[in-house]
């Protein structure tokens, strides 16, 4: 059974930075490309960050870039987020995404708020 479990949310100021975790297990980790989505109040879930399985590609939304970092480890089946200067519209809970599955796989999130 495919189960994702991120941890490391919370509350912090503008400009603070917070460390995201997934770990993954159920399925072969290495084999999958891996992403970090995000949904605020009122708002679809949008696409943060994705990783490759090997961890040499990564992209980011771009209201990120310069601020986020994902990362991977496949000795230890898990994703990161480095969230560094973070903004109030960064708030919203963050689900990490695995493409397996008809309709993939979530877990089922941490929230993250920016608030002074």
């Known amino acids: 059974q495919v189960q994702l479990v991120e941890s490391g949310g919370g509350l912090v100021q503008p400009g603070g930075s917070l460390r995201l975790s997934c770990a993954a297990s159920?399925?072969?980790?290495?084999?999958?490309?891996m992403k970090w989505y995000r949904q605020a109040p009122g708002k679809e879930r949008e696409l943060v960050a994705g990783?490759?399985?090997?961890?040499?590609?990564?992209n980011y939304a771009d209201s990120v870039k310069g601020r986020f970092t994902i990362s991977r480890d496949n000795t230890k089946n898990t994703v990161k987020l480095q969230m560094n200067s973070l903004k109030p519209e960064d708030t919203a809970v963050y689900y990490c995404?695995?493409?397996?599955?008809?309709?993939?796989?979530w877990g089922q999130g941490t929230q993250v708020t920016v608030s002074s």
């Open positions: 995404n695995a493409p397996v599955g008809p309709l993939g796989s």
């Open positions: 159920g399925f072969t980790f290495r084999t999958y490309a």
């Open positions: 990783i490759s399985r090997s961890g040499s590609t990564t």
